[in-house]
């Protein structure tokens, strides 16, 4: 008679479906800028504070194409969103946070401490409420192409706008303008967690044919720019995106109240018949 261990048979190993690299190329990206981000720390701790701006900068342009490439690919992945997730933390709450404080905020000591932790921790509460609105059933669509809030890289980006000045010499030594420095970056912190709808590029996804010239001559012009003057850009840049701020939450809720207007007049119509 066979013993119950003799009925047991082997069970196969488990088959692993191999991983296409359109899945790959996106996290690589990803894991590069997080590459980035770290490495700008260094660079702050070391004085080198031109070069770790430019790599924060640099964290940005690569968060711009990850998620892009990813979308092309069709190579989205919950991977690679918590990936995405995680690095944009560091990226754009960790690193700036760290550059502002040693190049200004370290001479106002644990003051200036508490404001560079709150403009971290309000990175890390914008990424969190984004992650939780992806899984919002009810969000209208025409709210697809905003923001809740000032976005992680440009907020990261405005947080740097002192140094930008400071490179130029528009404005002294960062330890001599500390607590001008924390106020300006309580703001970002607080816009970043406002409820303030801001454009959300992400939404832009194709490009008007007669336009095509124009923005490839724009997009150029913007990269030399930035290769040649990239202090002075980046002061120009932050200054429109500042600019724009009220006119996005503007046209969000003049859409919303369109959206508002048609729903009622379709209640009123359901309500007749």
Same mark, same amino acid.
């Given at each position: 008679?066979?013993?119950?261990?003799?009925?047991?048979?082997?069970?196969?190993?488990?088959?692993?479906?191999?991983?296409?690299?359109?899945?790959?190329?996106?996290?690589?990206?990803?894991?590069?800028?997080?590459?980035?981000?770290?490495?700008?720390?260094?660079?702050?701790?070391?004085?080198?504070?031109?070069?770790?701006?430019?790599?924060?900068?640099?964290?940005?342009?690569?968060?711009?194409?990850?998620?892009?490439?990813?979308?092309?690919?069709?190579g989205?992945?919950?991977?690679?969103?918590?990936?995405?997730?995680?690095?944009?933390?560091?990226?754009?709450?960790? #690193?700036?946070?760290? /550059?502002?404080? *040693?190049?200004?905020?370290?001479?106002?000591?644990p003051a200036?401490? %508490?404001? $560079? +932790?709150?403009?971290?921790?309000?990175?890390?509460?914008?990424?969190?409420?984004?992650?939780?609105?992806?899984?919002?059933?009810?969000?209208?669509?025409?709210?697809?192409?905003?923001?809740?809030?000032?976005?992680?890289?440009?907020?990261?980006?405005?947080?740097?706008?002192?140094?930008?000045?400071?490179?130029?010499?528009?404005?002294?030594?960062?330890?001599?303008?500390?607590?001008?420095?924390?106020?300006?970056?309580?703001?970002?912190?607080?816009l970043?967690?406002?409820?303030?709808?801001?454009?959300?590029?992400?939404?832009?996804?194709?490009?008007?044919?007669?336009?095509?010239?124009?923005?490839? #001559?724009?997009?150029? /012009?913007?990269? *030399?720019?930035?290769?040649?003057?990239?202090?002075?850009?980046?002061? %120009?840049? $932050? +200054?429109?995106?500042?600019a724009?701020?009220?006119?996005?939450?503007?046209?969000?809720?003049?859409?919303?109240?369109?959206?508002?207007?048609?729903?009622e007049?379709?209640?009123?119509?359901?309500?007749?018949?």
């Open positions: 008679m066979q013993t119950e261990q003799e009925h047991r048979q082997p069970q196969p190993a488990r088959a692993f479906r191999p991983v296409p690299v359109r899945f790959l190329l996106p996290n690589l990206i990803t894991l590069l800028a997080l590459c980035s981000g770290v490495t700008a720390i260094r660079l702050a701790v070391e004085g080198r504070y031109q070069v770790a701006v430019a790599a924060v900068i640099l964290a940005c342009v690569l968060d711009a194409i990850d998620g892009r490439l990813a979308r092309l690919l069709k989205t992945s919950r991977f690679g969103a918590e990936l995405d997730s995680l690095a944009d933390f560091v990226n754009f709450g960790v #690193a700036p946070a760290i /550059l502002i404080y *040693v190049w200004s905020l370290n001479a106002m000591r200036g401490w %508490i404001v $560079a +932790l709150m403009l971290s921790m309000a990175c890390a509460l914008r990424l969190a409420r984004f992650n939780v609105a992806l899984e919002d059933p009810n969000k209208p669509a025409f709210a697809h192409g905003y923001f809740t809030g000032i976005p992680a890289p440009a907020g990261a980006g405005l947080a740097m706008a002192p140094m930008y000045l400071g490179f130029l010499d528009v404005v002294p030594d960062g330890h001599t303008i500390a607590k001008p420095v924390a106020v300006y970056i309580v703001a970002i912190a607080v970043m967690v406002s409820r303030v709808p801001t454009f959300s590029g992400k939404s832009v996804t194709q490009v008007p044919r007669e336009m095509v010239l124009p923005v490839l #001559a724009a997009g150029a /012009l913007v990269i *030399v720019c930035l290769i040649t003057f990239p202090w002075e850009t980046l002061v %120009i840049a $932050a +200054l429109i995106y500042v724009l701020l009220p006119v996005g939450a503007a046209s969000y809720y003049r859409q919303k109240r369109k959206l508002q207007a048609a729903s007049a379709a209640g009123e119509g359901n309500t007749e018949a």
